[in-house]
């Protein structure tokens, strides 16, 4: 542990890190104005000490649309990531596990899906789900899935062929 705390970009980036995502997840207690107050005759103000980034076109305030859209971006990163691992080891372990036709079957879908692009496949996607959050959660999960499905079938594989199992 003091290896890495002596590691001054390592502190540094986790200060940032940690700071940022206090700040989005206390948003509704920091944020000086509410999400939804616009006024329209501040459009386009610079940076004051009532707005400390100034205000969008729409006549918002700046910094309180960046602590409320971290918030979302936190929620949608960490649910994709959830998912994905999820559903990739799930898939992954049953079929290193099961193996025959099985394992088949599902390396072929986990091919298939990895010759997309996965931008092109998660804005397919979202066009037919409907813009909403879980749309795009389910869209870029859907993506994701793979490599941690081939990760968990390599290491489920490995394991079955040892003498001790």
Same mark, same amino acid.
Request: a positive charge.
């Given at each position: 542990m003091k290896k890495y705390l002596l590691?001054?970009? +390592?502190?540094?980036?986790?200060?940032? +890190?940690?700071?940022?995502?206090l700040a989005a997840l206390l948003a509704p207690w920091i944020a000086p104005f509410s999400p939804s107050n616009l006024d329209v005759? +501040?459009?386009l103000s610079p940076p004051s000490s009532t707005h400390l980034l100034g205000v969008d076109s729409n006549g918002s305030d700046v910094l309180t649309a960046l602590l409320y859209g971290a918030r979302t971006s936190l929620f949608?990163? #960490?649910?994709?990531?959830?998912?994905?691992? #999820? +559903?990739?080891?799930s898939i992954g372990a049953i079929s290193g596990y099961a193996g025959g036709w099985l394992d088949m079957i599902l390396m072929r879908i986990v091919d298939i899906l990895m010759s997309f692009p996965g931008i092109l496949l998660a804005l397919t996607l979202v066009s037919v789900l409907g813009p909403n959050l879980w749309s795009i959660i389910f869209a870029i999960s859907a993506t994701g899935w793979t490599s941690a499905a081939r990760i968990a079938r390599g290491q489920v594989l490995s394991i079955k062929e040892r003498d001790h199992v």
């Amino acid at each position: 542990m003091k290896k890495y705390l002596l590691n001054p970009r +390592l502190v540094i980036g986790v200060t940032i +890190l940690v700071t940022m995502t206090l700040a989005a997840l206390l948003a509704p207690w920091i944020a000086p104005f509410s999400p939804s107050n616009l006024d329209v005759t +501040l459009r386009l103000s610079p940076p004051s000490s009532t707005h400390l980034l100034g205000v969008d076109s729409n006549g918002s305030d700046v910094l309180t649309a960046l602590l409320y859209g971290a918030r979302t971006s936190l929620f949608i990163g #960490f649910m994709t990531v959830f998912l994905s691992v #999820f +559903l990739g080891v799930s898939i992954g372990a049953i079929s290193g596990y099961a193996g025959g036709w099985l394992d088949m079957i599902l390396m072929r879908i986990v091919d298939i899906l990895m010759s997309f692009p996965g931008i092109l496949l998660a804005l397919t996607l979202v066009s037919v789900l409907g813009p909403n959050l879980w749309s795009i959660i389910f869209a870029i999960s859907a993506t994701g899935w793979t490599s941690a499905a081939r990760i968990a079938r390599g290491q489920v594989l490995s394991i079955k062929e040892r003498d001790h199992v």
